[in-house]
């Protein structure tokens, strides 16, 4: 049993970042919750998140209900600020395990993929207290800026959000060797193409709209403009 623990940044009266009519708590929250509804498809896998509603919990609370937990990979979820445009991912700048080391680079590689377009800014060190305060390996992503304008733009689209998702998803899947769920796939999860070569994902034939998403962000993903319906 793999246990993930998914750590949305901020919350409550802290906001985060705000810019752009978007908060930076409320982001790291649905990005966190897309995250778990995805990994709900693996086997042997518990998930849990430091916080599912909008709530405080300082950094150190953060830590302590991962170390509490027993924890097997910490990921804190974030949105950066200040000035810059694109993708970055930290893990703690002094003694880490290989292990730490190792999952960052198959993390930032898949997000990295997940959301083509977006620039790399680097796997970057840093001493931030959800790091350094964690036992077990864990990793900050920053995912874009919520006062540039374009990447602003891009976290106000929920296809987005499931994109950000998935790249984290399929990051754990290769870190860990998580493998699906015998049932995962319902046959019906094949998008039907129109004569204008636009694959449209029909949610109605989905048990649940986040299986629609993920899809929609997979196709999107290989370059076929995906559309979910109502
Ligand atoms: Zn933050």
Redesign the pocket.
Known sequence: MVKIFIDP??GGNDP??VANGLK?KELTLKIAKKIQSLLGEYQNISVKLSRTTDVYLSLSERANLANAWGADYFISV??NAGGGTGFESYIYNGNVSSATIAYQNVMHQEIMKAISGVKDRGKKRANYAVLRKTKMPAILTENLFIDHSTDASKLKSDSFLSQIAFGHVQGLEKAFGLKKKAAAKPSSAKPAASNQKVYRVQVGAFADRKNAEKLAAELKKKGYPAFITK
């Open positions: 940044g901020h985060g970042a930076e974030h949105i």
